[in-house]
C-alpha cells in the first residue's frame, strides 16, 4: 500500500535538498563555471559535482513515480542511481585524494588532513547506507537509509553556506556538521508525526550516524591518520 502523503513528504525533502545544494555552491561553483570563470587544482571536482546532482534529482524524482504508481520507471531509475552512486563514490574519493596531495604540498595541514578526514567519514556514512538500503527488503527502510546517507553528503554544501553567505571560514565544518545533525532531527521528529510513531530507522540511523560522526572527529588530529593521510595522497597520479 502506498503512502500518497510519506512519498509527496520525501519528495519536497528530495527538492529541498537539491535547492539547498544549488544555493550553496552557487557562488563558489556554478556561477564561476558559468561564467567561465571557475579554477580549481581539482579539474574532477566537475564530474563528482554532476555525480552528487544526479542523484539529488534522483532522490527528487523517485517518491515521485512511487506516488503516481509508475513503478517500471522507478525501477529503470533504480538501475540508474546505482550508476550514479558509483560514480559519486569514486569521484568524491578521488577528489579527496587530489586536495590531499595538493595541500600536503603547500603544507597546509587542516586542508590536507583534517578536512578531508571528515569528507571521507561522510562519503562513508552514505556509501553505507545506500549498501544497507539495496540489501534490505523492507522498502520503509530502503527509502529513510537512501535519505539518512543523502543527508551526510550535504555536510560540505551545509558548510559552504555558513562559507559563502556568512563569511564564517574556521568554523564552518563545525557548523555544516551540526546543520547535519540537526536536518537529521528534524527529519526523526517530521517522520514522527507523519507515521504517527518513531520509525526505527530515521530515530536510531540519526542516533548512530551522530555517534559515528562525533565519536570519530579526535582521530582527524592523530600522527596515526597524519600517516594515512600521507598514505591515500599518494594515490593521486600527476
Known amino acids: 500500500m502506498i503512502d500518497k502523503k510519506t512519498q509527496c513528504g520525501f519528495f519536497f525533502w528530495g527538492l529541498a535538498m537539491l535547492l539547498l545544494a544549488l ?5 563558489s561553483f556554478f556561477k564561476p563555471v558559468i561564467q567561465g570563470s571557475f579554477n580549481s587544482p581539482v579539474s574532477l571536482i566537475h564530474w563528482h559535482a554532476s555525480f552528487v ?4 534529482l534522483l532522490l527528487m524524482v523517485q517518491p515521485l513515480l512511487i506516488s503516481l504508481k509508475r513503478f517500471a520507471y522507478h525501477q529503470i531509475l533504480g538501475l540508474l542511481a546505482v550508476l550514479v552512486v558509483i560514480g559519486l563514490v569514486y569521484t568524491g574519493f578521488m577528489v579527496q585524494v587530489k586536495f590531499m596531495q595538493h595541500y600536503f604540498k ?4 587542516v586542508h590536507a588532513v583534517q578536512v578531508p578526514f571528515f569528507r571521507l567519514v561522510t562519503l562513508l556514512v552514505f556509501t553505507v547506507c545506500f549498501i544497507l538500503a539495496m540489501l534490505i527488503k523492507d522498502r520503509s527502510w530502503h527509502k529513510r537509509l537512501i535519505f539518512l546517507g543523502s543527508f551526510a553528503i550535504l555536510e560540505a554544501a551545509f558548510a559552504r553556506l555558513y562559507m559563502n553567505y556568512m563569511g564564517v571560514l574556521e568554523l564552518a565544518g563545525l557548523l555544516g556538521a551540526l546543520t547535519h545533525i540537526g ?4 527529519f526523526v521528529f517530521w517522520d514522527r508525526i507523519v507515521l504517527g510513531h518513531f520509525h526505527v530507522v530515521s530515530l536510531w540511523g ?15 588530529e592523530t600522527q596515526w591518520w597524519f600517516g594515512v593521510a600521507q598514505s591515500i595522497a599518494s594515490l593521486a597520479v600527476e
Open 106 to 109: 603547500l603544507n597546509e595541514w
Open 23 to 27: 544555493l550553496a555552491f552557487w557562488p
Open 53 to 56: 546532482f544526479l542523484w539529488l
Open 183 to 186: 536536518i537529521m532531527a528534524y
Open 206 to 220: 540519526s542516533i548512530i550516524i551522530t555517534a559515528f560522526i562525533f565519536g570519530t572527529a579526535p582521530i582527524a
